[in-house]
């Protein structure tokens, strides 16, 4: 692999790795909100449109796609805890209520209240 090949799977991995510190920072409440992904790229010293670029180009979508795909995920586990309830999940996550729960039935197809439901049954 070339270095400019392994320097872009090396931003990709970064991202990767930040996402999940940055979601657990929010979580417990070290981070007030998420950080834009200009944000995160200007951290991980790499420029918008290059982090852009490049994380399209190693994972095969925007960065975008995987913040909230890994917000997702995290709001599934949390939701699996038996005393943990939506609307506090979508404020742990720094979101409304109403606003997590379109946010969750449009990348899971149902509710935080209804996965909570399945979830407990199975």
Not at 14 to 31: A, C, P, S, W
Not at 59 to 82: N, R
Request: include cysteine; charge should be positive; glycine fraction near 4%.
């Amino acid at each position: 692999m070339n270095k400019p090949t392994l320097r872009k799977n090396e931003i990709a991995e970064q991202y990767l790795t930040f996402l999940d510190r940055h979601i657990d920072d929010v979580i417990k409440g070290n981070e007030q909100e998420f950080f834009s992904i200009k944000h995160i790229a200007s951290t991980l010293a790499v420029s918008h449109t290059h982090f852009t670029d490049t994380i399209k180009k190693v994972l095969g979508k925007h960065p975008c796609f995987f913040y909230d795909e890994k917000i997702i995920e995290k709001a599934k586990e949390m939701l699996g805890e038996k005393d943990m309830q939506p609307s506090v999940v979508a404020k742990k996550l720094t979101y409304d209520p109403s606003n997590f729960s379109k946010f969750f039935k449009k990348w899971t197809g149902e509710t935080p209240g209804m996965y909570k439901l399945h979830f407990q049954q199975v």
